[in-house]
Structure formats: structure tokens, C-alpha cells
């Protein structure tokens, strides 16, 4: 059963930077993809960013090019997500997510989701 | 990027209603159209992949169907445990795009 578990809430001020983990483990790590995906309070799910877990390639949301970092480090079966100069738009729901096909572009597997607040 | 609009936004119903959701999108997606489910609090959780596949676990009372344009999420027949946001998102190009949501509450 594939489980990711995130990292915990942050509070940050506009500017900063903010990076997000995510373990996974019932499965083996580099078969798939990891996506991220946030949602504002109220709003509908959005896409950021995906990686493959094996090679290490990355594609990322036009919106937020150049702000968005994922990473992985294999040895731990661990994804990461940082994103720079936060501002008050940015406070949201933070998911991992798997990619069943490692880039097929849907979600069979979300972590519990990391609150990420911004404000002054 | 392909726009998802779902209809209707919000429906109240009944235990043992049957239940229809619509998504469309923007330009063809083929049937690369997926179903997520979530409760407040909560992360979603896919119902159904590639239109019409009934992921692993998730009730029968739940189908899908359509291609191209135009897809619907139906529940046969509404359970307590059917309250909740659902989203239709499309996995045909990048970046993948949901829908608005459509809430489904108790009538």
C-alpha cells in the first residue's frame, strides 16, 4: 500500500522561501512519478510541478517557472518541494502525489497535504 | 492550458438518489479524463481513471463515461458516505488542469 507522508505546517513571511518533504514507502520509489499539487482554501486543486523519481527530469507550471524547485534524494525515497518568494497567494494546501504511469499526468496516491501560510 | 468547467457547481440530494456530474473541457482530452473524490479536511482521492476505469477499492455505484469533450461521474445510488467535493481533471497534456469542483450535499 503506498503511503507519502509530508512534512509539517509552516508559517513564513512574504519573501521567504518555503521546502516541503514527502517520504514515500510501500512501494519502490523510483517506479514512479511525484507530482505536486495545491489548493488555496476554497479553490480548486492546481498543478506545480512533477519529477521523475528515477532519472531525476522535471517539468514544472509555466505560472510558477523559475519560483519552483522539486528534488528527490533516492537513497531515502524522498521527494522535496521549494518554492521562493512567497507571497500572501501562496498560502495553501501543499500535496505530493504519485503518478501511477511516472508521467501520466493523474494521481493515485496523495500525501496527508502540509499548510503553508503566508503572512506578515 | 485546457480549461475544465464541471456543472453544476453545488446539488443537494438524497440517500438512494441517483447522482450526475458533468465536466467539460476546452479542447478534446480524449479519454484522458479522471474523478477525484474529497471531504473537508481532506486530500482527494481518485475515483475513476481514463473516463470510465473504476479504481482499486472504490464502490461500483460509482461510473464513469464520455471522450473527447464531454464526460460524466454518475452515483447510482447516493450513500452517507458520498458527501463530498468532487473534481474531474484532465491528464492529457501538461500541465494537468481540475475542474471547479462540484459540492454534493445532503437534501
Known amino acids: 500500500q503506498a503511503q507519502l507522508v509530508q512534512s509539517g505546517a509552516e508559517v513564513k513571511k512574504p519573501g521567504a522561501s518555503v521546502k516541503l518533504s514527502c517520504k514515500a514507502s510501500?512501494?519502490?520509489?523510483?517506479?514512479?512519478?511525484i507530482h505536486w499539487v495545491r489548493q488555496a482554501p476554497g479553490q480548486r486543486p492546481e498543478w506545480m510541478g512533477w519529477i521523475n523519481a528515477d532519472n531525476g527530469n522535471t517539468k514544472y507550471s509555466q505560472k510558477m517557472q523559475g519560483r519552483v524547485t522539486i528534488s528527490r534524494d533516492t537513497s531515502a525515497s524522498t521527494a522535496y518541494m521549494e518554492l521562493s518568494s512567497l507571497r500572501s497567494e501562496d498560502t495553501a494546501v501543499y500535496y505530493c502525489?504519485?503518478?501511477?504511469?511516472?508521467?501520466?499526468?493523474?494521481?493515485?496516491?496523495w500525501g496527508q497535504g502540509t499548510l503553508v501560510t503566508v503572512s506578515s | 492550458d485546457i480549461q475544465m468547467t464541471q456543472s453544476p457547481s453545488s446539488l443537494s440530494a438524497s440517500v438512494g438518489d441517483r447522482v450526475t456530474i458533468t465536466c467539460r473541457a476546452s479542447q478534446s482530452v480524449a479519454t484522458y479524463l479522471n474523478w477525484y473524490q474529497q471531504k473537508p479536511g481532506k486530500a482527494p482521492k481518485v475515483l475513476i481513471f481514463?473516463?470510465?476505469s473504476l479504481q482499486s477499492g472504490v464502490p461500483s455505484r460509482f461510473s464513469g463515461s464520455g471522450s473527447g469533450t464531454d464526460f460524466t461521474l454518475t452515483i447510482s445510488s447516493l450513500q452517507p458516505e458520498d458527501f463530498a467535493t468532487y473534481y474531474c481533471?484532465?491528464?492529457?497534456?501538461?500541465?494537468?488542469?481540475f475542474g471547479q469542483g462540484t459540492k454534493v450535499e445532503i437534501k
Open positions: 481533471q484532465q491528464s492529457y497534456s501538461t500541465p494537468p488542469t
Open positions: 481514463a473516463t470510465s
Open positions: 510501500g512501494y519502490t520509489f523510483i517506479t514512479y512519478g
Open positions: 502525489t504519485r503518478d501511477p504511469y511516472s508521467s501520466g499526468n493523474w494521481f493515485d496516491s
